[in-house]
């Protein structure tokens, strides 16, 4: 994949996760967490996009709801609270 595909291809998964963080009204982190629709979309999202790692999706090398914040924050989606 060229660099520019790949930039593509990162807009293209801001935009989406954009999409998914406004409809459900997300303001902070704190309004993330297992249990939530947003979250259940945004989980469902990241792996059907192969971008969580397996291990991350089973809990077992890390935590998915970390994760995905962590990923909102590094796209710009949602501004650091901690």
Same mark, same amino acid.
């Given at each position: 994949?060229? =660099?520019?595909?790949? =930039? ?23 309004? =993330? ?22 291990? =991350? ?26």
């Amino acid at each position: 994949m060229s =660099i520019y595909g790949y =930039i593509e291809r990162l807009k293209n998964q801001r935009c989406e996760a954009t999409q998914i963080v406004e409809s459900y009204g997300v303001k902070s982190s704190d309004d =993330i967490y297992p249990g939530e629709p947003v979250y259940d979309d945004l989980y469902d999202y990241f792996v059907e996009q192969g971008e969580m790692p397996y291990g =991350i999706q089973k809990a077992r090398t890390g935590d998915p709801c970390e994760w995905i914040i962590l990923q909102l924050e590094e796209m710009g989606v949602l501004k650091e609270d901690r």
